[in-house]
T-cell receptor, first 113, second 114 residues
């Protein structure tokens, strides 16, 4: 039973446009959400996070939106750059859930020049 | 560079064998997590240690075991290896083991069982 879902295995976007990556979760005990970026042959790299007390967090070109009622979050990248091409993982955790992070299956983003 | 070091980077071994994967967390981090990523899959949580003690267990097989030593490095032992154990194994660390913070990942060990 997948508790964190990323229903789009891949996404292609033109350079300079917006990339929107989506993530859905099922467990209401999650209260902290993270996005990681992974290049081939490297470990995941932390990108941005959001706590459930917020609905938006911004860091440069990256913005994460959280809709708790829909159990949905999204990562917006504006403007997209070719160097953003990577696999993006959504992860969730919670103080009352347990001592680990639950990852989604990932979305492969390709930014085309 | 995340500060988390995993060795070896690659490992090829035969079915039925036993291997040990090693992880050194970021300096000062007390908690270590192990994850398995099979081909085109997400990261599956295996086990977490905090300051030498097991803190949480995920989908870890009985053939697998781990420990965290007094110097805080951790080892993941995989025994009676099967073809299906071929995967990327990642180690991550956090400062306090609290979940409402980011984890830093190593580059992973790619295990191939033949």
């Amino acid at each position: 039973d997948q508790q964190v879902k990323q229903n789009s295995p891949s996404l292609s976007v033109q350079e300079g446009r917006i990339s929107i990556l989506n993530c859905d979760y099922t467990n209401s005990m999650f209260d902290y959400f993270l996005w990681y970026k992974k290049y081939p042959a490297e470990g995941p790299t932390f990108l941005i996070s959001i706590s459930s007390i917020k609905d938006k967090n911004e860091d440069g070109r990256f913005t994460v939106f959280l809709n708790k009622s829909a159990k949905h979050l999204s990562l917006h990248i504006v403007p997209s750059q070719p160097g953003d091409s990577a696999v993006y993982f959504c992860a969730a955790s919670g103080v009352n859930y347990g001592q680990n992070f639950v990852f989604g299956p990932g979305t492969r983003l390709s930014v085309l020049p | 560079d995340s500060g988390v070091t995993q060795t070896p980077k690659h490992l090829i071994t035969a079915t039925g064998q036993r291997v040990t994967l090693r992880c050194s967390p970021r300096s000062g981090d007390l908690s270590v997590y192990w994850y398995q990523q099979s081909l085109d899959q997400g990261l599956q949580f295996l086990i977490q240690y905090y300051n030498g003690e097991e803190r949480a267990k995920g989908n870890i097989l009985e053939r697998f075991s781990a420990q965290q030593f007094p110097d805080l490095h951790s080892e993941l032992n995989l025994s009676s290896l099967e073809l299906g154990d071929s995967a990327l194994y990642f180690c991550a660390s956090t400062l306090t083991g609290a979940v409402n913070t980011e984890a830093f990942f190593g580059q992973g060990t790619r295990l191939t069982v033949v």
